[in-house]
DNA sequence: GCTCCTCTAGATAGATCGCTCTAGTGGCGC
DNA sequence: GCGCCACTAGAGCGATCTATCTAGAGGAGC
């Protein structure tokens, strides 16, 4: 089945790059792991390192939003959605010795200013995770504007809880990142 | 004189590292850039590249937890402190074309599951910079451990508003960011 | 059987990686 | 002058990097 390996390359590669970052892995290294053939890699991707990167960042966004709809999902309460997304994040966290945390924030460091089609997915897959969590947000009655300022104080509070809370091998930053978030979005409801 | 030779590397190293990450810099870079002799690299740190990095970590680390002390100085009020950091560091991400966000996050997630010394560096600086958020939050008259949950926040929606701003080369969330842990520590003092 | 096309196979090019090596320079104490 | 030490100098080691190369396997359509 070819299809297979095209997909084992980017969820072999997905997982090497949240790891090790994207320079610091090797084309050779997600070959050997995905158990494809060298040439597989240069034929789905010709464009070599970076299509694949690029790849990489918009499968694992995708998966990722599912992740969020999961919680976000259009007339639920946005508090709880809150709480437990963040908790569910400090729980995989830990359950995973710190390394499940954002599949793409370390590949989107290290490429904004060096590849421009990597960073642009990454954007798009950013503002994929805004766009749905915004949508959830005003579903509960918050103000358009307000809703996507707040859609973006909890990702970024998120992303940089997963900087924090690898770098220290803690789910505190997690956990204090998330009990913030929701008393935000308790407050924008409360108005 | 020597110790420039040493200052030197370290700076460049610091500079490369937070723009490319530190796999994707090489030792041979940085002493080119840095116009320093090959050989010093190694005589100043004979463990190499690892070496040189935990120690550019916390050279950054420091330099960026006086700015942090310029904002959060015991006695100031927090709110407009939040509200002025978040706002310089929209400024000079804006003005310095997205690369001079934080100095130390893109290496920090490269290598939490890489290399232990230089995670280590990294939880430590981290830490150094919660404790003197904290610290000046007391002063305020937050209690102990509300001010250190709330500190993890504020520099939990930092690192990742710098994440989202960089990929996406825009400054609105790091405003978000601001106005949400502006908000949030308005909302403590009250109390 | 034959052609066409997708995908596999792996050697290898050419550059770059981190690092080590020997040699040497310059200044200080004596 | 002489010994000592900190630092400079850069060639070059083996390994690894990304990418390309020619060759061929396997299946679908005819």
């Not at 969590?133 to 307000?146: D, F, H, K, Q, S």
């Not at 690898?166 to 956990?175: D, G, L, Q, T």
């Amino acid at each position: 089945m070819p299809a297979q390996t095209k997909e084992r390359l980017v969820e072999t590669g997905a997982d090497l790059f949240r790891r090790q970052g994207f320079s610091g892995t090797g084309v050779k290294q997600i070959v050997a792991e995905a158990s494809a053939p060298f040439a597989s890699l240069y034929h789905f991707f010709p464009g070599g390192k970076e299509e694949l990167g690029a790849e990489v960042i918009r499968w694992s966004g995708a998966r990722y939003a599912e992740l969020i709809d999961l919680f976000f999902v259009a007339g639920a309460d946005p508090v709880t959605a809150t709480k437990d997304f963040f908790a569910g994040a400090a729980a995989t966290l830990a359950e995973t010795d710190y390394v499940d945390a954002c599949p793409i924030a370390t590949v989107a460091l290290e490429v904004s200013s060096t590849s421009e089609p990597m960073r642009e997915a990454c954007a798009e897959v950013f503002e994929s995770w805004v766009a749905r969590t915004t949508e959830c947000l005003r579903g509960a009655g918050v103000p358009r504007a307000r809703a996507r300022s707040l859609a973006l104080a909890i990702l970024a509070s998120l992303e940089g809880a997963f900087v924090l809370a690898r770098a220290s091998r803690s789910v505190e930053p997690m956990h204090a990142a998330g009990d913030a978030a929701a008393a935000r979005v308790a407050e924008a409801l409360a108005r």
